[in-house]
């Protein structure tokens, strides 16, 4: 399987920039997609193939990355971005990352 | 609008057969995969396995054996079973619809939350 490995935690301020990170074990290509999960709620898509972003998300979030090393950024963040995020890779079966959970201070 | 709506018993005994339904609307089973994936509380996804949109099955290997996923396309309907439950199945169940780019889950359901315990 491929793995995909994100930092556990992120604090940031309003206002700041903020780039969330996911590795994977083997190269995936551009097949990585970026989901917001909240409290309660289940997953939304915000990012996919690597770069493109889902309808309806705000143009605040992009995505990079090609490979195996990607990067989610947000750009201004907003108190509503407090949320755990998810990276999945579908070159492969799909697997998910750990997520990163986004805190703002 | 896209929908997706799973059901099932919230409450299953160890080693007993876990059977979901997955309810979907605004779109068509035989021109959209659907996929099963399911979580641990405070962990990430995992995928379990999709029904493809020619009736075609595939399923993650580590689940294979214990896993059936089938679907009633008049019914629009996809169905979940997994045997021998333990309590490390305990989780939210989701079903997702895979978007134009197979993988990518362009919309979820809201969840069913199962836990196996006696």
């Known amino acids: 399987d491929t793995v995909l490995t994100q930092s556990p935690a992120l604090a940031v301020s309003p206002g700041e920039r903020v780039t969330i990170s996911c590795r994977a074990s083997?190269?995936?290509?551009?097949?990585m997609h970026w989901y917001q999960q909240k409290p309660g709620q289940q997953p939304k898509l915000l990012i996919y193939?690597?770069?493109n972003l889902e309808s309806g998300v705000p143009a605040r979030f992009s995505g990079s990355g090609s490979g195996t090393d990607f990067t989610l950024t947000i750009d201004p963040v907003e108190a509503d971005d407090t949320a755990t995020y998810f990276c999945?890779?579908?070159?492969?079966?799909?697997?998910f990352g750990g997520g990163t959970k986004l805190e703002l201070k | 609008q896209v929908q997706l709506k799973e059901s099932g018993p919230g409450l299953v005994q160890p080693s007993e057969t876990l059977s979901l339904t997955c309810t979907v609307s605004?779109?068509?089973?035989?021109?959209?995969?659907v996929s099963w994936v399911r979580q641990p509380s405070g962990k990430g996804p995992e995928w379990m396995g999709r029904?493809?949109?020619?009736?075609?099955?595939a399923y993650n290997s580590a689940l294979k054996s214990r896993l059936s996923i089938s679907r009633d396309t008049s019914k629009n309907q996809v169905f979940l079973k997994m045997n021998s439950l333990q309590t490390d199945d305990t989780g939210t169940y989701y079903c997702?619809?895979?978007?134009?780019?197979?993988?990518?889950?362009?919309?979820w359901g809201q969840g069913a939350s199962v836990t196996v315990s006696s």
């Open positions: 193939g690597a770069s």
């Open positions: 997702t619809r895979d978007g134009t780019t197979t993988g990518v889950m362009d919309a």
């Open positions: 999945q890779q579908s070159w492969n079966d799909p697997t």
């Open positions: 029904m493809w949109y020619d009736g075609d099955t």
């Open positions: 083997e190269s995936v290509s551009t097949g």
């Open positions: 605004g779109f068509s089973l035989t021109s959209y995969s």
